[in-house]
């Protein structure tokens, strides 16, 4: 019997790379793509899949993005909509937008092992913006923002716990973070260099411009 991986591994799996979904998880050696990469026989043969259709590869890449995030087509749209809008290259600024999304900051921070940890606890209200308590994820940051914790000891024990459990983990230039607290803030905008996610966002544009 096939053993279960759980959704996000399959996800993985078929994508063929990894797509950061279950946070921490997929740096070590439970990673499915890992594990079957340990286990895929050698040669050409190993691993194989059908030839995908220009239609199809820029498909693929548009997914891709939307799994990473963990966006629904309306709201990914709603992002793609505001990018086109704005001057410079779309791709590069839709990735920007994505990254400044609340729930990845949170991620981004250490703050949650996922972006759906990081959803849920702002849906529950451990999450303050700016000293306000905020509970929709997909809010974007800007600079001179603050994200700080809910006054609570349960608020602060369970993202104390995950930032002791990561000790080694690297917060990115753009975001500020004082563990002792904890709080961060948005000291710059991220660059496409911060994102962690190897797409070429060109065919992503092409592909919903159609």
Not at 113 to 137: C, E, F, M, T, W
């Amino acid at each position: 019997m096939a053993r279960y991986l759980g959704p996000t591994c399959r996800q993985c799996r078929r994508e063929g790379m990894k797509l950061m979904l279950k946070g921490t998880r997929c740096e070590t050696a439970k990673c499915s793509i890992e594990r079957r990469e340990r286990s895929m026989a050698p040669g050409m043969h190993g691993w194989r899949r059908g030839r995908h259709s220009e239609h199809g590869v820029r498909l693929r890449e548009k997914q891709k993005v939307k799994r990473y995030y963990g966006l629904l087509e309306k709201q990914f749209m709603s992002f793609f909509r505001e990018a086109v809008r704005k001057k410079g290259n779309t791709g590069r600024t839709l990735l920007e937008l994505l990254e400044r999304r609340l729930d990845n900051v949170v991620y981004k921070l250490n703050f949650a092992p996922s972006r759906k940890a990081a959803r849920q606890l702002i849906a529950h209200g451990h999450i303050y913006l700016n000293g306000r308590r905020v509970d929709v994820a997909d809010i974007t940051v800007k600079i001179g923002d603050k994200i700080t914790l809910k006054n609570s000891d349960r608020s602060r024990k369970a993202v104390k716990a995950q930032l002791e459990a990561n000790p080694n983990y690297q917060v990115q230039g753009w975001l500020q973070l004082d563990p002792s607290k904890p709080a961060a803030t948005v000291v710059s905008l991220p660059t496409r260099e911060d994102v962690q996610l190897a797409v070429e966002e060109q065919l992503v544009v092409e592909f919903c411009s159609r």
